[in-house]
Nanobody, 115 residues
C-alpha cells in the first residue's frame, strides 16, 4: 500500500526559501516519475514540477528558475527546493507519482508566503 508523507512547509516572507520533502513507501519508488503538485484555496490542483525515474526534470512556467525538484532513490524521497517565494505560491503542496498519480494522496504540507 503506497504511502506519501510530505513535510517542510511553513510561513515565510516573499523572497525567502523553503525545502519540501516527501517520503514514499509501499511501492517501487525508483521505477517511476514523481511530481510536486499544489492546490491553492478555490483552485484546482496543479503540477508544478516533475522528475522522471532517470532524473530529467520539468517545471511549470510559474516556478521555472525558482524551484528545483530532486530525488534520492536510495532514501525513497523526493524534494522541492523553493527559492524566491511569492505570495502566489501559497498553497498546500503534495507529492505523487507523475504521470498518473496514485489514487491515494498524502496530507500535503502548507506553504504560506506573506509579509
Amino acid at each position: 500500500q503506497v504511502r506519501l508523507v510530505e513535510s517542510g512547509g511553513g510561513l515565510v516572507q516573499p523572497g525567502e526559501s523553503l525545502r519540501l520533502s516527501c517520503a514514499v513507501s509501499g511501492t517501487i519508488f525508483s521505477m517511476f516519475g514523481m511530481g510536486w503538485y499544489r492546490q491553492a484555496p478555490g483552485k484546482q490542483r496543479e503540477l508544478v514540477a516533475s522528475i522522471t525515474s532517470g532524473g530529467s526534470t520539468n517545471y511549470a512556467d510559474s516556478v521555472k528558475g525558482r524551484f528545483t525538484i530532486s530525488r534520492d532513490n536510495g532514501k525513497r524521497a523526493v524534494s522541492l527546493q523553493m527559492n524566491s517565494l511569492k505570495p502566489e505560491d501559497t498553497a498546500v503542496y503534495y507529492c505523487n507519482r507523475y504521470p498518473g498519480p496514485f489514487d491515494y494522496w498524502g496530507q500535503g504540507t502548507q506553504v504560506t508566503v506573506s509579509s
